[in-house]
Nanobody
Framework: QVQLVESGGGPVQAGDSVRLSCTMS????????MGWFRQAPGKERLFVAL??????????IYKDSENGRFKISREDAKNTVYLQMSSLKPDDTAVYYC???????????????WGQGTQVTVSS
């Protein structure tokens, strides 16, 4: 049974940076495309970023509107995917989820396994 656990969230000030981590157990981490999604209070869950498998070149896709503030990376030896976020804004406040899928897709419906999320709260 694949399990995903996020960490690194918490309260931060606008303009700060944070790095979220997500670690997989019970699965072959290196075989999965890994994605990050977020859900703000009262809003739908939205795609943030993904990274492909290392064997396929670890290609990345980001939400265009983030303008380079976010960076996704993976460390297969630790079964971990990261999301580095900088210049945080109050609108970044959300629960951040990691997820795993066999395919290079931004569609949350195609992700098979999800973590429980980690809260990031950005204040002015």
């Amino acid at each position: 049974q694949v399990q995903l656990v996020e960490s690194g969230g918490g309260p931060v000030q606008a303009g700060d940076s944070v790095r979220l981590s997500c670690t997989m157990s019970g699965g072959a981490f290196s075989s999965y495309v890994m994605g990050w999604f977020r859900q703000a209070p009262g809003k739908e869950r939205l795609f943030v970023a993904l990274i492909g498998t290392s064997d396929s070149g670890a290609s990345t896709i980001y939400k265009d509107s983030e303008n380079g503030r976010f960076k996704i990376s993976r460390e297969d030896a630790k079964n971990t995917v990261y999301l580095q976020m900088s210049s945080l804004k109050p609108d970044d406040t959300a629960v951040y989820y990691c997820a795993a899928t066999p395919w290079m897709t931004t569609s949350e419906g195609q992700y098979h396994w999800w973590g429980q999320g980690t809260q990031v709260t950005v204040s002015s």
